[in-house]
């Protein structure tokens, strides 16, 4: 059997869910992706946006599915972490959760105690040592094995308050992901070299260049910088996400059509959508 990477966005939207007509097609939830292969039934999931809740629940419907669990992130802000609480697994007794993040330069130094205080009862009504699931807490500086053979690098970007580029790599398959990234005047080449030849690279395309121009600063990327690093790193796909959640569906397809004239395999993320590499 060949091995294939399989990948499956639980979120796409950037900075706080929405839910209204007309935002349906590429989904309301924040950011979450799952990453399994063909050989094992194993999963890794990127970030714990709202769009973790469904995921959650697809898991603990699946009798094949493994205890074990690798929830790693690209940082902390609120909607990467929202979804956390409601994810089911996280309260199954049989569960074991490793909760990551890697990296080296970090100002966080304990990942337990954010944590802790994200299941603060001033928060939510059931305290982290409450759930259920035995957790674990990694903080790698430089690679880390996600599950089976699957070895995931990550690279600092800038970004308020930090966050990490991410990429994996099993059997020849390479996937980056790239999101909350600021890339500044000029394109990060750290990232660049990060991304080289990846079969799929997911990058953050919050803006189009011109709501770029007036929010320097925010933290994320235009549709063209995330194209002009696919184009530099030599990336056979380009996937976009992190939508604005002032950007609705009729906004999203102009900006895909526009992106796919200059980046013949691009897409914007969708919630559902999966690929295999
Ligand atoms: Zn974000
Ligand atoms: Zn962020």
């Known amino acids: 059997m060949e091995p294939k990477f399989k990948v499956k966005f639980y979120g796409t939207r950037g900075s706080i869910p929405i839910s209204e007509p007309g935002f349906y097609e590429f989904g309301g939830n ?19 946006g709202t769009g973790i809740r469904k995921l959650g629940k697809e898991i603990e419907q699946d009798p ?5 669990i690798y929830l790693a992130f690209t940082h902390f802000h609120w909607d ?7 994810f089911k697994p996280a309260y199954n007794v049989e569960k074991t959760l490793n909760i990551i993040t890697m990296g080296r330069d970090r100002p966080l130094k304990d990942i337990q105690s954010l944590f802790n205080f994200q299941m603060h009862e001033v928060f939510f009504p059931v305290k982290l040592d409450e759930m259920g699931a035995k957790m674990n807490f990694l903080m790698p500086k430089d690679e880390i094995e996600l599950f089976g053979e699957t070895v995931v690098t ?16 099993w059997r020849e398959k390479v996937i980056v992901i790239c999101t909350d990234i600021e890339h500044g005047k000029k394109i990060d080449q750290r990232i660049v070299s990060l991304a ?6 997911i990058h953050d395309a919050q803006y189009n260049p011109e709501e770029l121009e007036t929010h320097r600063g925010w933290g ?10 696919a184009e530099q790193a030599g ?13 609705n569906d009729e906004f999203l397809f102009k900006m895909e059509n526009k992106c796919r004239e200059r980046f013949k395999d691009c897409l914007l993320a969708r919630e559902g959508m999966e690929f295999t590499v």
């Open 30 to 48: 924040t950011t979450c992706i799952s990453i399994t292969n063909n050989i094992n039934n194993r999963i890794a999931i990127i970030d714990a």
């Open 64 to 68: 094949s599915s493994d205890n074990e």
């Open 80 to 86: 990467h972490i929202q979804g956390f609480p409601f």
């Open 154 to 169: 990550v690279r600092k970007h800038n970004h308020p308050g930090t966050a990490y580029s991410m990429r994996l790599y």
């Open 196 to 201: 080289r030849g990846a079969d799929i690279l």
């Open 220 to 229: 994320h990327s235009s549709y063209e910088q995330a194209i002009e690093v």
């Open 235 to 247: 990336c056979k796909m380009l996937i976009l996400t992190h939508h604005d959640p002032d950007h």
